[in-house]
């Protein structure tokens, strides 16, 4: 696919995706949405990639949808084309099977923040503004906020950041849960190469594996998760990976995994 709407690059196991629409604050609009869910398709289908880092251009991460865009349909498409495309790319993006990133500056609004919540982790920007905005336009959440956002911060703080639309700080974002690190606006790519250096030189095979784990334990019983748990560490003994980690800790040198 060619890319217009965001920057999508790969190297040294790092993938990143730039929304690149500063002009309209990183909305999302179909075409956008589209591009997200290909790079994420490409990144599942490139074992190099350890990492991958969700970021903007401009003054804002994301201020959500594009309203024009969702009232612009594409002549032939269903009515609920805009909000199935965007559910099917946001999870594409949850998915994917390696760690992601969310590097927040500026403004993360309604379905920007939502895009924060489909990531593993989140680095912000200590003057960003982070707020769920769609009380504050009479709209359901359409991109998980109802979801995730309870399983994120626990049901009475999401339901009060739900139903008010206020802003939080990334400072409280943090405490509650929502972001893993604050870091001072001129720190912030900084931090973030020092968290993708760390994920970098970890097993890309237990990650994913302890990645599944995670998200389908939250779906389940704790028995039920324990026992995929001993299932995926008897599979992964089988990998290059944690052959590696065993010789290394013997040696008593550094691992350097393969990723397979």
């Known amino acids: 696919m060619e890319y217009n709407n965001i920057i999508f690059e790969k190297k040294d196991g790092v993938a990143r995706i730039t929304l690149n629409r500063p002009d309209v604050l990183n909305a999302l609009d179909a075409k956008t949405l589209e591009e997200l869910g290909a790079a994420a398709e490409d990144i599942d289908n490139d074992i190099s990639v350890r990492v991958v880092v969700i970021t903007a251009t ?98 009475r703080k999401a339901k009060e950041l739900l139903f008010t639309g206020d802003r939080i700080s990334p400072a409280e974002a943090e405490r509650l849960g929502l972001i893993n690190k604050v870091a001072p606006a001129d720190k912030l790519e900084e931090a973030t190469n020092e968290l993708v250096e760390k994920l970098v030189s970890k097993s890309p095979m237990a990650a994913k594996a302890v990645k599944k784990l995670v998200n389908r334990g939250m779906e389940g019983s704790l028995d039920t998760g324990l026992e995929l748990e001993m299932l995926a560490m008897t599979a992964h003994g089988t990998t290059e990976d944690f052959q590696e980690g065993i010789a290394a800790f013997i040696e008593k040198r550094p691992a350097n995994f393969p990723g397979r």
Request: one cysteine or more; aromatic letters at 6%.
């Open 58 to 155: 401009g003054r804002a991460f994301c201020t959500g949808a594009d309203l024009t865009g969702v009232a612009n349909i594409p002549e032939g498409k269903p009515r609920d084309y805009f909000l199935r495309l965007w559910n099917k790319t946001f999870s594409a993006i949850e998915n994917i099977s390696v760690p992601t990133i969310a590097v927040v500056q500026g403004m993360a609004y309604a379905g920007g923040l939502e895009l924060v919540m489909v990531c593993d982790l989140a680095i912000a920007a200590e003057d960003a503004k982070l707020s769920d905005q769609h009380a504050n336009r009479g709209l359901v959440p359409a991109g998980g906020a109802t979801q995730r956002l309870p399983r994120l911060i626990g049901i």
